[in-house]
């Protein structure tokens, strides 16, 4: 039997939440995460990739809720899937190899020898620094695509209360095929979206904002375990948690 232990959100920051906002490579979603998960919700984690932030979602679920991890790298996901049995949650986690895109079918997936990231073949790859990655020693796979919308009704999903997406740059891709999800579940959506990756794709940080904004949400960023709301991309900024207009917010806004 699993026992899931509330959190206190009315708790100040701990000294490791308040310095975290000044490590870059620590990922401080993770607090955030602890906050914004409840017990028994439904999340999706796209870009799965080692599992850090979905077994965050799924230690915060509790036995009720479920977790869908999505991660395209057959290495990794194998990984994955003997971590979440290792550690009991395989009751509640369920794992899908897909890259989410726009449509169902096959795409060329870039593995690189030495482990790195992975990316998808964007229209600038070889264009400038962008695609630095992508000249690192690599091989190709193929991988099935399929549209989020089409996932979560194929999974009989009553509802999605979190999502994550980082997808190195294919962010765009991958709304694009979620549009149902976001008009009706209204998730939060934790996304990660930087020029850098997006001019893969011929794409700014921006537009993968507004590709979420245009469906009544607001972008905000976590700092000092509170969200603050922004007008758009902030410099230095790389995540952000858009917050659905017309539901309440889980984690305290500052000026609120």
Same mark, same amino acid.
């Given at each position: 039997?699993?026992?899931?232990?509330?959190?206190?959100?009315?708790?100040?920051?701990?000294?490791?939440?308040?310095? *975290?906002?000044?490590?870059?490579?620590? $990922?401080? /979603?993770?607090?955030?995460?602890?906050?914004?998960?409840?017990?028994?919700?439904?999340?999706?984690?796209?870009?799965?990739?080692?599992?850090?932030?979905?077994?965050?979602?799924?230690?915060?679920?509790?036995?009720?809720?479920?977790? *869908?991890?999505? /991660?395209?790298?057959?290495?990794?996901?194998?990984?994955?899937?003997?971590? *979440?049995?290792?550690?009991?949650?395989?009751?509640?986690?369920?794992?899908?190899?897909?890259?989410?895109?726009?449509?169902?079918?096959?795409?060329?997936?870039?593995?690189?020898?030495?482990?790195?990231?992975?990316?998808?073949?964007?229209?600038? $790859?070889?264009?400038?620094?962008?695609?630095?990655?992508?000249?690192?020693?690599?091989?190709?796979? $193929?991988?099935?695509?399929?549209?989020?919308?089409?996932?979560?009704?194929?999974?009989?999903?009553?509802?999605?209360?979190?999502?994550?997406?980082?997808?190195?740059?294919?962010?765009?891709?991958?709304?694009? @095929?979620?549009?149902?999800?976001?008009?009706?579940?209204?998730?939060?959506?934790?996304?990660?979206?930087?020029?850098?990756?997006?001019?893969?794709?011929?794409?700014?940080?921006?537009?993968?904002?507004?590709?979420?904004?245009?469906? @009544?949400?607001?972008?905000?960023?976590?700092?000092?375990?509170?969200?603050?709301?922004?007008?758009?991309?902030?410099?230095?900024?790389?995540?952000?948690?858009?917050?659905?207009?017309?539901?309440?917010?889980?984690?305290?806004?500052? @000026?609120?």
């Amino acid at each position: 039997m699993t026992t899931t232990v509330g959190i206190d959100r009315s708790a100040p920051p701990s000294r490791l939440e308040r310095a *975290v906002d000044r490590v870059p490579f620590l $990922e401080k /979603e993770l607090f955030l995460l602890r906050r914004l998960v409840r017990p028994g919700d439904v999340c999706i984690d796209i870009g799965a990739a080692g599992g850090a932030h979905l077994f965050v979602m799924a230690r915060q679920v509790g036995r009720w809720g479920h977790v *869908v991890g999505i /991660e395209p790298r057959p290495g990794s996901l194998r990984m994955l899937d003997r971590l *979440v049995r290792a550690s009991g949650m395989a009751d509640r986690v369920s794992l899908h190899q897909l890259a989410l895109t726009d449509a169902a079918g096959t795409i060329e997936l870039r593995v690189p020898v030495v482990p790195t990231r992975a990316h998808l073949r964007g229209s600038t $790859e070889d264009a400038d620094d962008a695609a630095a990655f992508s000249r690192l020693p690599h091989r190709r796979i $193929e991988v099935r695509t399929e549209r989020l919308d089409a996932l979560v009704a194929d999974q009989a999903l009553g509802r999605v209360d979190v999502l994550k997406c980082d997808v190195e740059g294919a962010e765009l891709l991958t709304l694009a @095929g979620a549009q149902g999800v976001l008009r009706e579940h209204r998730p939060v959506v934790v996304i990660e979206a930087d020029d850098l990756h997006q001019r893969r794709f011929d794409a700014t940080a921006q537009d993968v904002v507004d590709a979420i904004a245009v469906h @009544g949400y607001r972008p905000h960023r976590y700092r000092r375990a509170m969200l603050e709301p922004v007008d758009g991309v902030v410099e230095g900024e790389d995540d952000y948690v858009m917050l659905p207009d017309d539901r309440p917010s889980r984690v305290p806004i500052r @000026g609120r």
